[in-house]
């Protein structure tokens, strides 16, 4: 009986580090802190009355448990809720607009993490209206860091910062919002739009760090150009290239950029989420990933489904 006793105490002492104080699930990171648009977004824009960008009343979550629209720009749930149930957490890491004193209390231990999204947000403060701005995000965080370090174990704290993971998807917002201003850019606008948006994204990545972040997980650009509501815009329906080309682009620098900031850095660690290949891979090829529809939405109104919000009125392709 002694070896099987040994094992368990072992298997114990290792994944006892993140057990959490209420469950009994085994985490792989201490805690993930989340930063982002919609993509990411599990609610915080339920937060801000002044917002219109907003996804909690159905058809949102209607195959989210219990059919609850939750704040999700989805049917269901979001990518950064697979990446936490992935990671052996019950659920992902909740809205840090939805904290309060009573249900913080993990939190500021550095457990769970916390997911300071916001939907309609981008890298550049300019891009977005009545959100939280990257900038912003940024701040909250800092806030949420200073309450976390005046607990009594300050250290443990910092240890587990630099060992949780710290997930950013962004981007794609601020390439709708340059488009938007300029459909033909020349290169010479492309490339001011880049160096701008990366000189930012450097340095956000370099107040996490000061902050003790080590682990990144980035998400990068999807094809913007092939969103429902820009196909509209192409009489065949088709994706908008030049869109594309941004986004492209866009993902380029910043996988050059994280390459520098990893020698720059000492004990940066990071992985880029090629969100931009995925979906492209899966509008090329739907049948195989098991869609049937990938050219219009699944909730609106008009061409493509694609010229109105997913409000409780708004047409609900299911198939
Ligand atoms: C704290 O937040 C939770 C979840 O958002 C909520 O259920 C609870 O009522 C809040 N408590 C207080 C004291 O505001
Ligand atoms: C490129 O486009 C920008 C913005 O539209 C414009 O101000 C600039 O003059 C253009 N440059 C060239 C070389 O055409
Ligand atoms: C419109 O879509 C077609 C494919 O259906 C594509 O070849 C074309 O480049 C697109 N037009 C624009 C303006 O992006
Ligand atoms: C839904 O339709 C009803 C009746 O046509 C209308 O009064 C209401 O404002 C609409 N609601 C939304 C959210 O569009």
Known sequence: MKQPLCLFFVLFCVFSRFVGA?????????????????????GNNNY?????????????????????????????????????????????PPPYL?????????????????????????ILDSTGANIITGTQQL???????????????????????????FLISAGGNDALAFFATNNSPNNSAVLLFYNTLLSKYENHIKTLYSLGARKFSVINVPPVGCVPSARVLNLT??????????AKGLNDAITALFSKLAVALPGLKYSIGASYDLTLSAITNPLSFGFKEVGSACCGSGKLNAQSYCTRNATLHTV
């Open 237 to 246: 329906g088709g994706c908008i290239s030049g869109m594309n080309q941004i």
């Open 48 to 92: 801000l009355t002044k917002s219109k960008t907003k996804a909690n009343y159905p058809h949102y979550g209607i195959d989210f448990p219990h059919s609850r629209p939750t704040g999700r720009f989805s049917n269901g749930y979001n990518q950064i809720d697979f990446v936490a149930i992935h990671m052996g957490f019950r659920i992902s």
């Open 139 to 165: 701040l909250y965080f800092e806030t949420l860091r200073s309450k976390m370090m005046a607990q009594p174990n300050a250290d443990q704290v910092a240890q587990r910062l630099s060992m949780s993971l």
């Open 98 to 122: 939805s904290l309060n004193d009573t249900n913080n209390h993990q939190i500021l231990k550095g457990l769970r993490g916390v997911n300071f999204a916001s939907a309609g947000s981008g």
């Open 22 to 42: 209420t469950t009994s699930y085994t985490w792989k990171v201490p805690a993930i802190y989340v930063f982002g648009d919609s993509t990411v977004d599990v």
